[in-house]
């Protein structure tokens, strides 16, 4: 989701008249949509390539704010879960529910990342597009950072099906340190993967973490 503005700030930029203006965003519409649609096509690729690979899955979208990326995963004929913590996001997305196509595909539900109320070996695959990487926004110290990053990894491993589920995360990690935290969780914590940087020389930027669970 290429900036227009300053970086967002977890949760001021998502609550109240903000959370409207995020909805209403043109651009971010097409940001969100377009970042889900290569995050799909990273997923498609990575399963093999061909129609086949294509689903339909149960995928969950993690932090899905007021619905942009499970719309084009809903049209993409997969069934959707979508999480996020805050209710002026979620209650627009779930205003919009009817205006979606395959809208009856789609469960909305208000719960944090770090506490999935979600079935063990019960989800496809996993996206995140722009949210993932506020997880740790109110753990202060390296360690707690730490702690967070590698249960919610626990936990993401746990949730999926079986062995080719993929979690594709789309986020802007602030430096090199922050990248190197989520990445080792999911190393650490049962998963493989890749990053891909839309421009690879830029340290921070948009990036992609396709990971896939192995054990
Ligand atoms: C950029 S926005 C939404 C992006 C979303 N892809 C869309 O299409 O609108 C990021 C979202 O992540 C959510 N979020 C941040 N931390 C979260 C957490 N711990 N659990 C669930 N959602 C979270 C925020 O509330 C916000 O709605």
């Known amino acids: 989701m290429p900036r227009k503005s300053d970086p967002p700030k977890f949760p001021d930029s998502y609550i109240g008249e903000k959370a409207k203006e995020y909805d209403t965003l043109i651009w971010m519409e097409r940001n969100q949509k377009k970042a889900t649609v290569m995050a799909l096509n990273y997923l498609y690729s990575d399963l093999g390539g061909n129609k086949q690979f294509r ?26 879960i979508g999480i996020d913590i805050l209710n002026d996001m ?3 997305a779930r205003n919009k529910k009817n205006f ?11 719960a944090d990342i770090n506490h999935l109320p979600l079935k063990s070996k019960s989800i496809d695959h996993i996206i995140s ?11 202060n110290s390296v360690r707690d950072k730490i702690k967070i990053v590698n249960n919610t990894a626990k936990y993401l491993h746990r949730i999926l099906k079986n062995e080719t589920g993929q979690i594709i995360i789309e986020f ?3 430096d090199e340190q922050e990248l190197d935290l989520f990445v080792s969780s999911f190393k650490k914590n049962g998963f493989d993967g890749y990053l891909i940087k839309s421009k690879p020389n830029q340290k921070a930027g948009q990036t992609f973490l396709s990971l896939k669970k192995i054990k």
């Open 90 to 92: 979620i209650i627009k």
């Open 172 to 174: 802007y990690p602030k």
């Open 129 to 139: 597009i722009s949210g993932y990487n506020f997880i740790t926004h109110n753990k």
């Open 100 to 110: 979606f196509q395959n809208h009856n595909n789609l469960e909305l539900v208000l």
């Open 55 to 80: 689903g339909p899955y149960l995928i969950l979208d993690l932090g899905c704010g007021t619905g942009y990326s499970s719309e084009v995963l809903l049209e993409n004929g997969h069934r959707v």
